[in-house]
C-alpha cells in the first residue's frame, strides 16, 4: 500500500469560511511536522440545501460540513514568521506554531509554508493525540477561514496531485493498521480509526486536488497537506 507523507503544515488544507472551532491546541509537542494542504485556490464548493419540505414534524439534525469537534491553531495570517532549526522550518505567530515542515537548510520549503499558511486563518488537524508509535503518519490537516491573501507557493503545481471526489472510499486497511481514505487504489491518507477517516473524508470531499508540502523523512509524513 501507498502510503501517503504529511504537509505542515493536512492532511488535508482546507481553505474556507466555516463555524468556530473548538479549543485551540498550540503545544509544539502535538503538532505534527507536515503539511498535508487540501487548500482551494477558489472556496469549496458547498452544496445547495434543499428547500424544506411542508410539515409538522421536527426536521432532521444537517449532516456536519466540516468535522466537529474541530481541532485548530488560530492565528494572524498577517504577523507571520518563519523559523528553521534541525531539518524543521517552523511557520511562528510570535511564539504559537502554526505549521512545521520538514527539510533542508537551503530549501524553500519555509517559505512555501509561509505563503500557504497566509492565505488563511486556521490550521487544523484530524487525528492529533492517537497513541500509535508513528503517530505522525496518522494526522490529517487541512486549512479553514480565507485571509483574503493570494500568495504564490513556489513549485506548487508538482506538490499537487487529482482525485475523484465523487469516488472517495473509506475501509478498514486490517491487522490494527487503521484506515484509509481513497480513490480507487489512489490512497489519499491513512487514519487511526473510522472516526478519523471519515471526518477525513468529509474535507477531501470538497476539493478535487490534493497538495503536500515538505520532505518527510522515511515513513514519518511530516509534511503539510492542503487542497484545492
Not at 139 to 162: H, L, M, N, P, Q
Not at 176 to 188: E, I, M
Request: hydrophobic share 30%; proline share 7%; aromatic share 8%.
Amino acid at each position: 500500500m501507498r502510503r501517503t507523507p504529511r504537509l505542515l503544515l493536512a492532511a488535508a488544507c482546507v481553505l474556507a469560511a466555516g463555524t468556530a472551532c473548538g479549543s485551540d491546541k498550540d503545544d509544539p509537542v502535538t503538532a505534527p511536522t507536515f503539511s498535508t494542504v487540501v487548500s482551494p485556490t477558489a472556496a469549496p464548493v458547498e452544496s445547495a440545501s434543499p428547500s424544506p419540505a411542508r410539515t409538522s414534524a421536527r426536521p432532521s439534525p444537517a449532516a456536519p460540513s466540516w468535522p466537529s469537534p474541530a481541532d485548530c491553531v488560530s492565528y494572524n495570517p498577517n504577523n507571520l514568521t518563519v523559523q528553521y532549526e534541525a531539518g524543521i522550518h517552523q511557520v511562528m505567530d510570535g511564539s504559537k506554531i502554526v505549521a512545521r515542515l520538514h527539510g533542508g537548510p537551503g530549501e524553500n520549503i519555509g517559505d512555501q509554508g509561509l505563503a500557504l499558511a497566509q492565505r488563511y486563518k486556521r490550521h487544523c488537524f484530524i487525528g492529533r493525540g492517537n497513541g500509535r508509535e508513528d503517530a505522525n503518519a496518522y494526522v490529517f490537516d487541512y486549512w479553514r477561514d480565507s485571509s483574503g491573501k493570494r500568495t504564490t507557493i513556489a513549485g506548487e503545481d508538482d506538490a499537487c496531485s487529482s482525485y475523484d471526489r465523487g469516488n472517495l472510499q473509506v475501509n478498514d486497511m486490517g491487522g490494527g493498521q487503521g484506515w484509509r481514505v481513497k480513490d480507487d487504489d489512489n490512497v489519499l491518507h491513512v487514519f487511526d480509526d473510522e472516526s478519523d477517516a471519515r471526518d477525513g473524508r468529509l474535507v477531501l470531499a470538497k476539493y478535487g486536488r490534493i497538495c503536500r508540502l515538505g520532505n518527510p523523512p522515511d515513513d514519518d509524513q511530516d509534511y503539510v497537506t492542503y487542497g484545492k
